[in-house]
């Protein structure tokens, strides 16, 4: 397959939509974090692999459990520059004010990633649009359930010291279905009535939500470790520049208590380690 059509291809799935409403700018202190995965990768046929990750977060400067993430993947290699991907995630995230687990997560991911070879170096688009569904409570007026989201990672690797790999990627996330908020806003604060108000006379509408917007800009430095043919280690450095709009709401929809902007920086290290056979 011609390498400039497979990068027209995968580009032209970029299609980020920007949305600006009125809201409250919030500044966050930076955080600090780790993950820790060990996976399974499995050749069944040529060109088709299945593999299965566990995936441990720690957020909170380290000191609180993020998330126990558990990943099943089928990928296909159409050759040495296209490869198609699907999978599927189980999020369990943790509450660490609470104690307790939240209710779960499910993620649906559909990837496509371009790559082209120039001497030791391989340099690769990858774009994935994934899709996660909440499950119990939650209210409707803040987020949808099926979050949609585009991500789109250009990767640098260098493979010209044998074993050792290192590499380096910026990824774009854009949130394709956010909640689009039109509010009135004098500046300081939201235009509500009373608590008896309808939906629409309290100062705001929710729009649907078609309000997509880049929410992530994320850098990493890593390399890959190969110790043989079936095991290999994996550091890195990570770090992800956070904007994200949250709307807090009442149940009921008939006052918006703040529509927010928050953005700050998350850094994270990271270790892994892969089996492949």
Do not use: C
């Not at 046929?45 to 957020?59: A, C, I, M, P, Y």
């Not at 688009?125 to 996660?132: D, N, V």
């Amino acid at each position: 397959m011609n390498k400039t059509r497979v990068f027209i291809l995968i580009l032209g799935m970029v299609l980020p939509v920007m949305s600006a409403f009125a809201q409250t700018d919030v500044a966050l202190d930076p955080e600090f974090g780790g993950r820790v995965s060990v996976s399974l990768d499995k050749k069944i046929t040529r060109g088709f692999h299945v593999s299965l990750e566990e995936e441990v977060r720690f957020d909170q400067n380290f000191g609180s459990l993020d998330r126990l993430q558990t990943t099943l993947g089928l990928s296909y290699k159409i050759d040495e520059f296209f490869k198609l991907g699907v999978g599927y995630s189980l999020i369990n995230g943790y509450s660490s004010s609470a104690q307790a687990f939240k209710n779960a997560r499910h993620r649906f991911m559909i990837d496509a990633k371009g790559t082209v070879k120039v001497a030791d170096w391989n340099f690769s688009l990858k774009e994935r649009l994934q899709l996660t569904r909440r499950t119990g409570d939650f209210n409707p007026y803040q987020n949808p359930q099926n979050a949609l989201v585009l991500k789109s990672r250009l990767m640098a690797k260098y493979r010209g010291f044998g074993r050792i790999e290192p590499y380096a990627y910026f990824e774009l996330r854009n949130y394709l279905n956010a909640p689009a908020i039109s509010a009135a806003y004098d500046g300081s604060v939201y235009v509500t009535l009373d608590d008896y108000s309808e939906e629409g006379e309290a100062g705001w509408f929710l729009n649907g939500f078609n309000g997509g917007y880049v929410n992530r800009l994320r850098g990493s430095l890593g390399v890959d470790v190969k110790l043989d043919k079936h095991n290999k280690l994996n550091f890195y450095l990570l770090g992800d520049y956070v904007i994200d709009k949250v709307v807090d709401a009442n149940a009921e929809g008939t006052k918006l208590k703040s529509y927010t902007k928050e953005t700050g920086f998350r850094g994270w290290i990271g270790a892994g380690y892969e089996f492949a056979f």
